[in-house]
């Protein structure tokens, strides 16, 4: 199992946006310095103060410049919102000058204001997504193409530079309802996934919805599939639980309301219908109930260390910490302890189990 860290870039009541999106990119130097996997930035839009996080190309690069090792995970573009031929070449070049460390992922968007704003109908999302994604492809893994589709018409064009990693980098798509989640199947995208305002037996409906679909999926042309599983999960680790709940609490609550708020009529814009959009069904009003019925980390190492293990059992590749809310001098401590104690624990439990299981396998291949 991977780990990564995400943010929004919140800003908060005693903090300013211009400096909150110079300590993202401290926040992702951190992330590489502390041992984990990847980083990521969610791309949001006209959302202030929830977040700083719009240009994420941009602050992915930074990131990229100023790291070596870990993957640069954009959690997501939403190619609705721009051409895809631009898209293809922001995010190829970014793969080139990185070194081939971008896991590219897209998503649908989640809020109907930031539609508007582009201009774009909720109801052609879905479709805009899939679309320009075919579009990416074709750029990335052809000399000169043409495409001719609903949204996008054009002859003969050729994206420079290629991306580094051959055929193209990984490709998820970001999913938090069932339908999206057997959508991401049945192209045979890997799934980036989101715990935040989901009980536990939610995230086994998703996963199996995604993991059917999969089976009987096909490939966009010209794609690797992939079945890769990366699950956001809501998270704040501080040195006692009154602390990191004194630290993250508040704005944790007030996100997983608002958001579910936000899921909920993004969804009947574009069904006409809330039936399916099973995160909205009851409201997180008080922080014990998202941390009794999700997998919401907010606590001590320990706590953590429990609480992923038991989504571990769920066949999970990465889980990606979100975080936010608190100041950036604890957000840096989140990540430290998330590196040197947290992760380390995890790993070392799983393997331990992978021990355990392999020798029960062993046992039982020599009885008769």
Not at 5 to 29: A, M, N, P, S, W
Not at 64 to 78: D, L, S, Y
Not at 131 to 159: C, M, P, S
Request: aromatic residues 8%.
């Amino acid at each position: 199992m991977k780990f990564g860290v995400v943010t929004q870039g919140y800003v908060r009541k005693d903090g300013d946006e211009l400096t909150r999106i110079k300590q993202v990119v401290l926040e992702g130097q951190a992330t590489e310095r502390y041992g984990l996997d990847s980083f990521g930035v969610s791309e949001q839009h006209f959302k202030f103060p929830t977040n700083t996080t719009a240009a994420i190309d941009v602050v992915l690069a930074w990131v990229a410049a100023t790291t070596e090792r870990i993957r640069i995970k954009p959690g997501a573009v939403v190619p609705a919102l721009r051409h895809p031929l631009a898209i293809a070449e922001n995010w190829a070049t970014l793969d080139t000058l990185s070194g081939g460390r971008v896991d590219f992922a897209v998503g649908r968007g989640n809020t109907p204001k930031t539609a508007d704003a582009f201009e774009v109908p909720v109801t052609e999302t879905n479709a805009r997504t899939l679309e320009a994604l075919e579009v990416i492809i074709k750029a990335w893994t052809n000399d000169e193409f043409d495409h001719h589709g609903t949204y996008w018409n054009f002859d003969q064009v050729r994206v420079t530079p290629h991306p580094v990693q051959s055929p193209h980098p990984p490709l998820s798509l970001a999913a938090v309802s069932v339908g999206a989640c057997g959508l991401a199947g049945q192209h045979r995208l890997g799934l980036m996934g989101a715990a935040n305002n989901l009980e536990w037996h939610q995230i086994e409906d998703r996963l199996r919805a995604y993991r059917e679909s999969w089976e009987t999926g096909t490939t966009i042309a010209g794609a690797t599939p992939s079945a890769d599983v990366s699950m956001f999960v809501p998270t704040h680790v501080a040195s006692t639980m009154q602390a990191a709940r004194d630290q993250a609490a508040y704005g944790i609550v007030e996100y997983t309301n608002r958001a579910m708020k936000q899921d909920l009529r993004n969804h009947e814009l574009t069904y006409g219908t809330t039936k399916g959009m099973d995160t909205t069904g009851q409201f997180f009003d008080n922080f014990d109930g998202l941390m009794e019925l999700t997998p919401l980390c907010v606590g001590t190492p320990d706590y953590t260390i429990e609480k992923i293990l038991r989504l571990a059992e769920y066949d999970i590749d990465e889980v990606v910490f979100c975080i936010d809310y608190a100041t950036h001098g604890e957000l840096l401590e989140c990540i430290r302890l998330l590196g040197e104690e947290v992760v380390p624990a995890i790993k070392q439990e799983l393997a331990a189990r992978d021990g355990r299981r392999s020798a029960a396998n062993a046992i039982a291949s020599t009885m008769p």
